[in-house]
């Protein structure tokens, strides 16, 4: 595998890693109401675990309310269940057709059980491009034993693994101390 692939499949796979932190970031509560709290929420219905999303429109009309409002009628008493189960801390309230969730502002308590939950999210993330690092590293090293790369070529790949992590790091790093401030603030 030449150079030039090892260092872009790398990079691919550290993007997706920050994608994925950033995914799972939009479902952490701030003391704002906001839809990516609950749309990749998981709904047991037509007997498939479904994205919430797909089964509603979600809004919010005020900065603490997020309203659901169902396709169908009959799932709602299953989306009402699933945001019950979930550890957002909202308690529904249904009138037959729509959900209204107020958010209530975070206590100082919960707001730091966020915050290391965001920091969790955050190191897992760096755990992921430290083993896309190693993976790079031991391809460029098993692509110089069959003569693939030179030993220049695997020593550039392995600096440019590095600056990548390097980047990457940051990124994650920078994505963590926003929504942990975002959390924080009262």
Same mark, same amino acid.
């Given at each position: ?38 749309? /990749? ?42 945001? /019950? ?27 730091? /059980? ?11 993330? @760096? ?17 110089? @034993? ?26 994650? /790093? ?6 942990? @401030? ?5």
């Amino acid at each position: 595998m030449p150079y030039d692939d090892i260092v872009l499949e790398a990079e691919d796979k550290m993007e997706k890693a920050v994608a994925i932190l950033n995914e799972e970031m939009r479902g952490v509560r701030t003391g704002r109401a906001s839809a990516g709290l609950v749309d /990749q929420l998981k709904v047991e219905a037509y007997g498939a675990p479904t994205p919430l999303k797909s089964l509603a429109s979600i809004t919010v009309p005020e900065p603490r309310m997020i309203m659901v409002k169902p396709f169908d009628a009959s799932v709602i008493n299953d989306i009402v269940k699933a945001i /019950q189960k979930s550890e957002i801390g909202i308690t529904p309230q249904s009138d037959g057709k729509i959900i209204r969730l107020a958010v209530p502002a975070l206590s100082e308590e919960r707001r730091k /059980q966020m915050s290391k939950m965001v920091k969790e999210y955050g190191e897992k993330a @760096k755990v992921t491009i430290r083993a896309v690092r190693r993976e790079g590293n031991q391809t460029a090293e098993s692509e110089e @034993k069959g003569k693939t790369l030179s030993e220049d070529e695997a020593k550039r790949t392995k600096d440019e693994m590095d600056r990548l992590t390097k980047e990457y790091e940051g990124k994650v /790093q920078e994505a963590v101390d926003k929504k942990t @401030k975002e959390v924080m603030e009262v």
